[in-house]
């Protein structure tokens, strides 16, 4: 196995084998409905099985492994280049799980097109994997355009209602943000050029010693087009009506792993090329972050729809994710990043569990709910335990993910840290609130009482999620063992420039590092410094 691990060249056959079996599907008639479905599921597991080898060969010291490099357009300094850090590879798998998980539950749902369908989500499944292993940002554009395809598809063929509008608001909102995003690339080979570099390479970029003004402009553009990926508030406007006229597929993926490309590129990217900037925008960040717990947490004590409830709580569990991303400590950085993983299975889980019931009813007003304890007991169970990890119970994964954000958040800034605990606060009150009104509220319609409880299939697209929950709720080391290494590198390297920075223009650093204060813990407690 060791050998084979070294010589193949696994990531990427992570990322184009689901393009090689949309190929495949491509070939076959529309009217084999039952082997395109099964076809790809079978392909998306086996890409799942392989992203699995890649953690055995994750660095222990935060560098980048599995790298793979070859020259793609070298008269432009462009190259295929790929390779997985611990904080890459939890999102890769991630999203490597979602995606069969996403056509395991739309065998039942999606009746028309069928074909097209489990095509898209093949492609958008090697496009996410591209993302997140990217190491050339010429290759990373081209992978994270090639997400924005597919799931415009889904939402304007297979969504519902107002698809069309939805649809156009996620493609206008995203290629704002990223024509800002290529043209940063472009003036990052520009400015390596007069060094003599003229790369867009990812590890050779980062090296390179940027003015304060240059970081400045280029991390705006960078963060714009993340800070719409996540969303970050005030973006956030385009994420409610894709969420609610999405299908189930298509909104488990956008919750479960779209968001997070945001989220990856900040810490990527934005932290990763630009530290000073990333460093003066912080208090900014984490003010951003605040406000979008907050809000997102009141919108959904006013929501009536079960759908867009879910979808505005997306807002505020990226909001702690922002916060300890910005927070520039290893406990708060770690805990942004196993967040990300918490979110896409809880919330991924329980927009999951709402096509569930709107299939049966097809209506996901929460008056139109009630009782649906007794004739759901299994529903029931499944739906406690995905609302109270999203609520943060201790025991289950969305308790580790903010205790750590929390901690990082109040050591970084203790009044932006005691803030977000109240979103802990409000975010069990509309779970509570929505859990008590679905199964223990008064029956609005008597057909509540004849709902059929869930089938084999629904039951076996749900436990991967709640043994993931409880997994990570009840023995998160392995996770944080292999982010931590990463995200240490990263803070480091963030000292590191500022050092550089203050050492250069003062000749004394104390002050003014204290001033910025930022520190490096380990999570076992103490300083790194």
């Not at 079996?21 to 597991?45: E, K, N, Q, Y």
């Not at 290893?330 to 196993?338: K, L, N």
């Not at 809880?346 to 299939?359: H, Q, R």
Request: proline share 4%; charged share 10%; hydrophobic share 55%.
């Amino acid at each position: 196995m060791k050998e084979f691990l070294a010589g193949a060249p696994i990531l990427s056959i992570v990322v184009f084998l689901p393009l090689a079996g949309a190929a495949i599907m491509a070939l076959i008639p529309s009217d084999r409905t039952r082997f395109h479905r099964w076809f790809a599921l079978w392909v998306s597991v086996a890409t799942f099985l392989l992203a699995l080898l890649l953690l055995p060969g994750v660095s222990s010291f935060g560098e980048f492994s599995h790298q793979e490099r070859y020259l793609w357009i070298p008269q432009l300094g462009i190259n295929y280049h790929l390779g997985v850090d611990g904080i890459s590879v939890v999102l890769l798998l991630l999203s490597a799980l979602l995606v069969p998980i996403s056509i395991l539950a739309s065998f039942r749902e999606i009746k028309k097109r069928q074909k097209e369908f489990y095509i898209l989500l093949l492609i958008m499944g090697a496009a996410l994997a591209g993302t997140f292993s990217s190491l050339d940002l010429v290759l990373f554009y081209v992978f994270w355009e090639g997400v924005l395809i597919p799931m415009y598809l889904l939402i304007g063929i297979w969504g519902s209602g107002r698809r069309i509008y939805a649809a156009m608001k996620f493609v206008l909102y995203t290629v704002v943000g990223s024509f800002l995003m290529l043209v940063a690339i472009i003036g990052l080979y520009v400015y390596s050029s007069h060094y003599g570099v003229g790369t867009f390479d990812f590890l050779r970029l980062r090296e390179i010693s940027l003015p304060g003004n240059l970081q400045t402009w280029f991390f705006l553009a960078f963060g714009l087009a993340f800070a719409i990926k996540v969303p970050i508030f005030p973006f956030h406007t385009w994420l409610p009506d894709a969420h609610t006229e999405a299908p189930t597929a298509g909104s488990v993926l956008l919750a479960g792993v779209l968001l997070k490309m945001g989220t990856y590129g900040l810490i990527r990217f934005s932290i990763g090329l630009f530290p000073e900037a990333a460093v003066r925008f912080a208090p900014l960040m984490m003010g951003l972050g605040v406000i979008g717990i907050i809000y997102g947490a009141l919108v959904c004590v006013a929501q009536r729809d079960l759908k867009r409830l879910v979808a505005y709580s997306s807002v505020a569990h990226m909001g702690f994710v922002v916060l300890g991303l910005f927070a520039f400590n290893v406990q708060g950085e770690v805990g942004a990043v196993i967040q990300m993983v918490n979110h896409g299975v809880s919330t991924g889980a329980l927009f999951l569990l709402v096509g569930m019931l709107y299939a049966r009813r097809h209506t996901r007003e929460l008056g139109a709910f009630g009782g649906l304890a007794q004739p759901m007991p299994v529903y029931f169970n499944f739906f406690l335990i995905v609302m109270l990890s999203s609520v943060g119970l201790p025991a289950l994964n969305g308790f580790v993910g903010e205790f750590l954000i929390l901690m990082g958040g109040i050591q970084a800034d203790w009044l932006l840290g005691g803030i977000a605990v109240f979103g802990v606060v409000l975010a069990a009150v509309y779970l509570l609130y929505m859990f008590k009104q679905v199964f223990f509220g008064p029956c609005a319609n008597p057909a509540n009482r004849q709902l059929r409880d869930l089938s084999l299939r629904e039951v076996a697209v749900l436990v991967p999620l709640v043994l993931i929950i409880f997994w990570i709720g009840l023995f998160p080391r392995p996770c944080l063992r292999v982010i931590e290494p990463a995200v240490k590198s990263t803070v480091q390297r963030v000292q590191q420039h500022i050092y550089r920075t203050y050492e250069s223009s003062t000749g004394s650093i104390g002050g003014s590092l204290l001033a910025l204060d930022i520190r490096a813990y380990s999570l076992e407690g103490g300083s790194e410094n």
